[in-house]
């Protein structure tokens, strides 16, 4: 018993003594009826007031119990709304909440589609190529009559035919965890019977493709219904954390130096590059579409991130050329706000901020905003697209090597016959070298013949000039004798 409670009842006691002491004093004064009622009356007093003292006390326990009920409702109604929506006052990739987590379930199964592991590489035939799908262990139980999983529960029937997929060698590891290693290419399922599957490219293979699948490298496959999508997270380090100098988290230069360890240095130091300041401070170097901007708002700002349109995202893709949402597993699930968010001064978003694009900040914000930091942005990288177009300029690079090695050949052919030619030519000038010594030579003797004849010419006319002058004198002679 408490102190208050052996005080309460020593107060009874003596009260007590000292009712019945008064009792007894008075009560040859009074009668017997006017002492059992002051009796009565006495114990009514007490009972009324150990009854009053108890409601007090109930009264008093039930207000505790009400006050720490209210603050319990408070504490689970503020933890509801945790649990639902997050506490953005942390870091927003630390969020447990129902809302969160759905959206990035929504968003990982749309970017992921269905995905088919462990499937086993049987044979190449032709330009085909025969796998094997595990179908589902029956569940044994064991000794201690607990039923064993199936290891693989892959649904054989999942696999239509036409169905197009994209296939990736796996490592599976000690524990049965598949994980995909490289990529092999785009397939169109063209059979599919109890779990044998055949699969056809829909574009060539690359030479590295076929010689990892021959040489029996890609024994495991994991097939995608769509192509995984670039991410800005995707090679970030284990434990790190979005900060206001890395809002993507701090990449993992080492793994990326890693998977790019076979290209060129120089190509491969641009794109490390390009994915270690994936999140940090921009430079003035930067492309514009690469630079966004971290923003503080001075009041209310209305974006729409939904598309009026609805398609699936294996039909258009998960976004539109504005960046709204027209995949329906992204879109809010508020219809009355018709795909547009108002933002608030006060709205918080974890340890990022409120991150736009500079052109925004500048544009629509320019008198509502204030920029805290420019951001390099990695574009990202549709890689869909990205094969597409390599094998499209793989092809047109084979193509011009064809060319080139056509034009090689008949350039050869050119050039052997100008060789050909030139050392006919060669030939021919040698010839001629000979006969020009020869006719040279001819030349000297004539003119060494034509100098005699030309003296000898000299000297008969000489000699005839001196004979005609003769035969003139002679002439006059006779003139004269006859005359």
Avoid at 71 to 77: D, G, H, I, P, V
Avoid at 208 to 227: C, P, R, V
């Amino acid at each position: 018993m408490s102190i208050g409670g052996i005080v309460v009842w020593l107060l009874v006691l003596v009260s007590l003594i000292l009712f019945i002491y008064m009792v007894v004093k008075t009560a040859g004064n009074w009668g017997v009826l006017n002492t059992i009622m002051l009796c009565l009356l006495f114990i009514e007093v007490w009972v009324f007031l150990f009854m009053t003292a108890g409601v007090y006390e109930n009264r008093i326990q039930a207000t505790k119990r009400a006050d720490t009920a209210v603050k319990n409702l408070a504490a689970a109604e503020e933890r509801l709304i945790q649990l639902k929506w997050g506490n953005f006052d942390t870091v927003a990739g630390e969020q447990n909440a129902v809302i969160p987590v759905t959206g990035e379930f929504r968003r990982f199964a749309a970017e992921r589609g269905r995905v088919w592991s462990q499937v086993q590489f049987i044979r190449a035939a032709g330009d085909a190529y025969e796998l094997e799908m595990l179908a589902p262990a029956n569940n044994v139980a064991d000794e201690n009559n607990v039923a064993t999983p199936a290891v693989n529960a892959s649904n054989v029937d999942s696999l239509p035919v036409n169905l197009v997929v994209y296939a990736f060698a796996e490592n599976v590891s000690d524990d049965g965890i598949a994980t995909p290693n490289y990529y092999l290419g785009e397939f169109t399922v063209t059979k599919n019977q109890a779990g044998q599957i055949t699969l056809d490219p829909t574009l060539p293979l690359w030479p590295f493709q076929t010689s990892k699948i021959n040489a029996g490298d890609a024994f495991s496959w994991t097939l995608y219904e769509m192509l995984p999508i670039d991410s800005h997270t995707a090679f970030a380090a284990s434990g790190s954390e979005p900060a206001e100098d890395a809002i993507f988290g701090r990449m993992d230069e080492e793994e990326l130096r890693s998977l790019y360890s076979d290209l060129p240095a120089e190509l491969a130091e641009k794109i490390i590059s390009d994915y270690v300041r994936d999140g940090t401070q921009a430079n003035n170097e930067d492309p514009p579409e690469s630079v966004w901007a971290r923003v503080e708002l001075s009041k209310e700002w209305q974006t729409d991130v939904d598309s009026l349109e609805v398609a699936n995202a294996t039909e258009r893709g998960h976004f539109d050329n504005f960046g709204r949402a027209i995949d329906q597993r992204l879109q809010l699930d508020d219809s009355e706000a018709q795909g547009r968010v108002t933002i608030t001064p006060d709205f918080k978003n974890g340890r990022t901020g409120i991150i736009v694009k500079e052109e925004v900040a500048k544009n629509e914000l320019s008198d509502s905003a204030v920029v805290q930091q420019r951001i390099f942005v990695r574009p990202l990288v549709d890689y869909e697209e990205a094969f597409n177009r390599l094998y499209v300029e793989q092809k047109e690079v084979i193509e011009a090597t064809a060319l080139f090695q056509r034009d090689n050949a008949e350039l050869q052919k050119a050039i052997q016959a100008s060789q050909q030619t030139i050392a006919f030519r060669q030939v021919e000038g040698q010839k001629l070298t000979s006969d020009i010594e020869h006719f040279q030579q001819e030349i000297e003797l004539l003119n060494a013949e034509l100098g005699k004849a030309e003296g000898q010419l000299t000297a008969m006319k000489a000699d005839m000039s001196q004979k005609y002058r003769a035969i003139q004198t002679w002439h006059s002679q006779v003139v004269g004798m006859t005359n």
